[in-house]
């Protein structure tokens, strides 16, 4: 019995600080837009390189890792063949009233690549933390935060 006052009494307190607690939203502002420029679309292809490194943390059975962080196949005390890919990559850089913004989307590159200097609409939503409290009963925002900016598209003006 007495175990199972204390743990009912533990109950009760941990459900009495979460009825207080604050609750924490990730919320979108409708969608917003802004004239901007296309800077510059950007295409990096993927590619795989193997290299001649110097083994910083050695694992064991021959592998250790380099001091760029790939993994490579030890060859002597202290050197390894090593082996990193990098992915391609599709950007655009637009330059709008508040500065420029780099957008890594490939849908966003395909329909935008060749033009450079063209004038864009670009349709956003703004990202916030929003925390809730309640006092006397009713719930109020706390705190609101902007966290980013989430791109929705560019469309040619």
């Known amino acids: ?9 533990f109950s009760i307190i941990i459900l009495a600080i979460c009825v207080s607690c604050k609750r924490i939203e990730t919320e979108q502002s409708p969608i917003l837009h802004e004239d901007a420029v296309v800077m510059e679309t950007v ?9 001649l490194g110097v083994t910083a943390i050695k694992i064991g059975g021959g ?7 790939d993994l490579g196949l030890g060859i002597g ?9 990098v992915p391609e990559k599709f950007a655009v850089v637009f330059k709008c009233k508040h500065g420029k913004f780099i957008v890594e989307r490939k849908e966003i ?8 200097g063209r004038n864009v609409d670009i349709s ?3 990202v916030y933390r929003t925390t809730y409290e309640k006092k006397d009963g ?17 469309t040619l003006k």
Request: one cysteine or more; a positive charge; glycine letters at 6%.
């Open 63 to 69: 592998l250790g890792v380099d001091f760029s962080g």
């Open 43 to 51: 295409y990096t292809p993927s590619k795989h390189e193997l290299g």
């Open 77 to 85: 005390s202290r050197l390894q063949v090593s082996s990193s890919e």
């Open 109 to 116: 590159y395909e329909k935008l690549k060749g033009k450079d």
């Open 1 to 9: 019995m007495k175990r199972y006052c204390s743990s009912l009494f």
């Open 138 to 154: 009713k719930e109020y925002v706390s705190n609101r935060v902007l966290t980013k900016y989430h791109l929705v598209d560019a």
């Open 124 to 126: 956003y939503t703004e």
